[in-house]
């Protein structure tokens, strides 16, 4: 790996991770130290820790407009959209359909991919494909849905071009048709309203560490009166939907971020959605054979998915490095293999581009001169990696 040559970290892959917020840190504290009772235990030192608990349920149900005992805590977002899936097809083991897109988190992507081998019996997965903007098509959802479909899955906003999904509409016509419907809503929940009480989600995942709580927490929200199965069977804890001693500090963390979340917000689609338009303006305008991924409009507010032709986007990371510079690839390079993402091939995005996408996702932690910083460094960074490509030929 190169040299450092910067001490400043700009971190702009909030969507890979987030910091966790300071008031978020100070309200998890004594769940560490002074308040370490067990919150299911009858004397009054474990009972005020489980008070904490329900504060901080009911700060999430507020931040996603849903009642407190809608909300069950849990790891993670993986475990969420797990949770949701298979509890579905245990209810209904007489239908065998899930649909999905082509573009959802591995999370969902590689469930789906197992699920015969994990539950035993044959399934058929629908994934809706998208179009070169990254939306869904929704006649073709329509006509996908038959009486065999169990579930419904969709994430509400796509984790690398942070294209947002019609999830509202969509659910409303799952539920015509007597569908379940989950989103995996982890890059949404924080930065758009979300109002659970006016759509028909009947299941909704997030999690903590991507709106500035702690790793290792995560929520599934269960509408009232939807059948459901627990995914980890144990004690009583969360009314009997996951076993296990809850993870009180970073769950109190979790609540206290979301109500940071339904603060920030307006910032979040004001200032953070200008400093990523800055951004995004800027390197396009500046590096030749640049192109943004993701509908134009329909997006998060933070979030800009640009690919620079004919370089690898994990060359383009290492330079970041020595300049101190986070994000991400758009590429799966990392994990061994040669094929770009999966969410740029669905779209149809050019070979020569797709390998060298770059994902800036921003938080309300980022500032105009970090903005400025990265659209100093990149078109020299993108420059020098072409004059080393046997494809660049040039403007």
Request: glycine share 8%; charged share 25%.
């Amino acid at each position: 790996m190169s040299p450092v040559e910067s001490e400043k970290v700009v971190y702009m892959d909030n969507n890979a991770t987030t910091r966790v917020a300071p008031e978020v840190i100070e309200e998890m504290m004594p769940y560490l130290t002074e308040y370490y009772g067990n919150p299911s235990s009858m004397h009054s030192f474990g009972g005020q820790v489980g008070e904490a608990l329900k504060v901080a349920r009911q700060r999430v149900a507020d931040l996603l407009g849903a009642d407190p005992e809608e909300i069950t805590f849990n790891s993670c977002g993986t475990e969420s959209d797990s949770t949701a899936i298979l509890s579905a097809l245990q209810n209904y083991p007489e239908k065998r359909h899930i649909v999905t897109t082509r573009v959802e988190h591995p999370a969902v992507k590689h469930l789906c991919d197992t699920l015969d081998t994990l539950t035993g019996h044959k399934h058929r997965i629908t994934r809706l494909k998208v179009d070169e903007d990254g939306m869904i098509d929704i006649e073709e959802y329509k006509a996908a849905l038959t009486d065999d479909t169990a579930i419904v899955s969709v994430m509400w906003a796509n984790n690398e071009t942070g294209v947002i999904f019609p999830v509202a509409e969509m659910a409303t016509i799952a539920k015509e048709r007597g569908i379940l419907f989950h989103t995996d809503a982890v890059q949404a929940v924080g930065k758009i309203p979300i109002n659970l009480k006016e759509l028909d989600i009947d299941f909704l995942s997030l999690s903590g560490h991507k709106l500035h709580a702690p790793k290792g927490v995560g929520v599934l929200y269960v509408k009232r009166g939807t059948l459901f199965a627990p995914f980890l069977a144990g004690g009583h804890q969360e009314r009997g939907r996951r076993g296990g001693t809850e993870n009180v500090a970073s769950i109190v963390g979790l609540g206290k971020a979301c109500e940071l979340a339904g603060k920030m917000m307006e910032e979040e689609n004001t200032r953070v959605k200008n400093l990523r338009d800055k951004l995004e303006e800027g390197l396009l305008a500046s590096v030749p054979k640049s192109l943004l991924n993701g509908h134009k409009t329909e997006r998060l507010p933070n979030t800009t998915n640009i690919s620079f032709e004919f370089v690898e986007g994990e060359a383009i990371l290492l330079h970041m490095n020595r300049f101190n510079i986070c994000a991400s690839s758009g590429s799966a390079c990392t994990s061994g293999s040669l094929e770009p993402s999966h969410v740029l091939r669905a779209m149809g995005v050019p070979f020569t581009a797709a390998h060298g996408s770059i994902r800036f996702s921003l938080s309300v932690y980022n500032t105009e001169e970090e903005v400025d910083f990265v659209l100093e460094k990149m078109p020299a960074i993108i420059e020098s990696l072409r004059q080393m490509s046997p494809f660049w030929k040039g403007d």
